[in-house]
């Protein structure tokens, strides 16, 4: 497998993160949303059919209810009662009590202990709407054992609509509040269930248009890539290099960067995307060669003193091309990456190389990687002046210069993997 084919899968793999964090988000605010609404739809649907139910008893109570306030006593009132229950008015009404229109408890012991709850039930039926209320146990301290029960406050009315007083009811039928409960739960079910539709639906449109958007900037970042080995081919014939140095030269970049990503040392910055970045831009490393006079760039002996100082400005010349570019776009690009890499590559560890004499850690990362790279292919480079050198006496020469020439860590890292710098060498997958 190549280096270009692991950094892919990296890639892949951080647009796959990518695709489930952002679809495990909406699923969740789709669940959440669904479930809210579920929720208020429940309350609503159960206050209405509780209100219905409570109108068939206050339609039944309205012509007897002045009765109510006109009985003389506590007998009288039960035996009022009593008549409506064997008459089957009253199905599942354990208590019920009576309050006049000044809010005053007439007969009856529903909420004979005042509480504010009840208050503004009371309160809320003199207004002329129906109050409810229902739970599993001891509702108001009313005595009442562990049932389901359902508490109503009905408004009375007279002709004009005028409320004249409230009856209020205890109605012990756990068939009436089993249904409300099986409803209510079917209702949270559906408009999950709707929720989830819709997040699937939303998904598969996402997936597909997040997969076209993927496909365009990988076609985008190929023919980036295509025009910026384009650019460094320049460099490359008028220098007698083949192509193959810059594609070595990319892959050993990105191999060595892709090795940094466990390194304590470089965790903050060094990702996927700075691994790919690097090493699209790597090729651009000696554009700056372009500018140099043909009678230097390709003199088949060894350069005068004065001819290596103008040849030590491609670096820099490279960095400046690279910088008018950059300074077009509006926004960062590779193009920061690039700048560094191609001004600094030629930077030596110790602080004895050139344009800037940059010495350690100051010398950017991006050149670091770049220098170590450069100078493995030119070891192994067969050139016109010279003969190629062998593996192992590359890396000799490698380690030899940690510390000096070289970062040491990074000279570290390259002993460790150097054999697939071989096989990037040659030719062969890895």
Not at 60 to 70: A, N, R
Not at 304 to 333: W, Y
Request: negative net charge; charged residues 20%.
């Amino acid at each position: 497998m190549s280096i270009f084919k692991i950094i892919s899968r990296h890639r892949a793999r951080l647009g796959r993160n990518v695709l489930i964090e952002f679809s495990l988000l909406m699923f969740s605010v789709i669940l959440v949303t669904s479930a809210t609404l579920g929720y208020v739809l429940t309350g609503f649907v159960r206050g209405h059919v509780i209100r219905m139910h409570g109108s068939f008893y206050a339609q039944g109570l309205t012509t007897v209810f002045p009765q109510f306030l006109e009985s003389e006593n506590e007998e009288q009132f039960k035996a009022i009662v009593a008549r409506f229950e064997l008459s089957g008015s009253l199905p599942h009404v354990e208590e019920l009590a009576i309050w006049d229109s000044t809010g005053t408890q007439v007969f009856g012991d529903l909420g004979e202990n005042k509480t504010k709850e009840l208050d503004l039930m009371v309160r809320g039926a003199l207004n002329g709407l129906i109050q409810y209320s229902y739970q599993r146990g001891n509702f108001l301290n009313s005595g009442v054992g562990n049932h389901k029960e359902l508490f109503l406050y009905l408004p009375i009315t007279d002709a004009f609509f005028k409320v004249i007083g409230i009856v209020g009811l205890r109605e012990s039928d756990d068939a009436l509040i089993d249904d409300l409960s099986a409803a209510s739960a079917k209702i949270v079910l559906y408009v999950v269930l709707a929720g989830f539709l819709i997040y699937v639906s939303l998904f598969i449109s996402f997936y597909h248009a997040y997969n076209r958007q993927l496909l365009i900037s990988e076609r985008l970042q190929k023919s980036q890539d295509s025009i910026i080995f384009a650019m460094s081919s320049l460099s490359s014939l008028r220098d007698q290099e083949t192509g193959g140095h810059l594609e070595r030269c990319r892959a050993y970049v990105g191999l060595l960067a892709s090795k940094l990503i466990g390194e304590p040392k470089y965790k903050e910055y060094v990702d996927d995307q700075y691994i790919r970045d690097l090493a699209s831009i790597a090729p651009l490393h000696d554009i700056g060669k372009v500018g140099i006079e043909d009678s230097i760039l390709r003199k088949p002996g060894k350069l005068t003193d004065c001819e290596f100082d103008v040849m030590k400005t491609h670096s820099a010349l490279g960095s400046e091309i690279l910088q008018k570019a950059r300074e077009q776009l509006p926004f960062n690009s590779q193009l920061e990456l690039a700048v560094d890499l191609t001004r600094h590559h030629h930077e030596r560890w110790d602080g004895k190389g050139y344009p800037s004499g940059l010495a350690g850690a100051s010398i950017p990362l991006s050149a670091r990687i770049m220098a170590l790279a450069d100078v493995y292919d030119a070891l192994r480079s067969e050139r016109y002046y010279k003969k190629g050198m062998s593996h192992i006496d590359a890396v000799k020469i490698i380690e030899s210069g940690s510390g000096s020439q070289f970062d040491p860590l990074l000279v570290s890292v390259f002993l460790k993997n150097h054999v697939e710098f071989e096989s990037i060498f040659m030719g062969l997958a890895i």
